[in-house]
C-alpha cells in the first residue's frame, strides 16, 4: 500500500511539474513554483489529518500516530516553504527601472525581498 502512495505522490509531482513547465515556457517564475508548493501541501496535510482520523475511528491507534506525525512533517515543510525569500520577478525589474539598472552595490537592492 505504501509503494501505491509513493507512485501515486511521484505521479502528482510530475504532473505539477508539466503544468508548471507548460504555463511558463520561456522564464520559471518561482513565487508562482512556491505558491502551488504550498497548495499541494496543505491538501496533503489535509488529506493525511483525515487519514488520522479515520484511523481514530477504527480504533487503530498506532496508524492514526503515524498519519498524524505526518501531517505534521508537512506542516514543517509548509512552515519551511513558506519562510523561503523569493523576490517577485514584476518588482525587481521596477526597481532596476528606478535604480537606472544598478544601485552601486553589484545589482542587489538593499531592500529586502518579500517573503511569500
Given at each position: 500500500m505504501t509503494q501505491l502512495h509513493d507512485l501515486r505522490l511521484q505521479l502528482l509531482v510530475q504532473q505539477e511539474s508539466e503544468r508548471i513547465a507548460d504555463s511558463q515556457p520561456t522564464e520559471l517564475d518561482l513565487s508562482?513554483?512556491?505558491a502551488r508548493c504550498l497548495c499541494w501541501l496543505a491538501l496533503l496535510a489535509e488529506a493525511?489529518?483525515?487519514q488520522a482520523s479515520?484511523?481514530?475511528?477504527?480504533?487503530d491507534t498506532e496508524q492514526a500516530?503515524?498519519?498524524?506525525?505526518?501531517?505534521?512533517?508537512?506542516r514543517d515543510v509548509i512552515?519551511?516553504?513558506?519562510?523561503?525569500?523569493?523576490p517577485l520577478p514584476g518588482l525587481?525589474?521596477?526597481d532596476d527601472q528606478q535604480d537606472g539598472g544598478a544601485d552601486g552595490e553589484g545589482g542587489f537592492?538593499?531592500?529586502?525581498?518579500?517573503?511569500?
Open positions: 508562482v513554483v512556491q493525511h489529518d483525515d479515520d484511523a481514530e475511528r477504527r480504533g500516530m503515524g498519519w498524524f506525525a505526518d501531517s505534521m512533517r508537512l512552515q519551511t516553504v513558506t519562510s523561503i525569500e523569493i525587481a525589474d521596477a537592492s538593499s531592500e529586502p525581498p518579500l517573503a511569500a
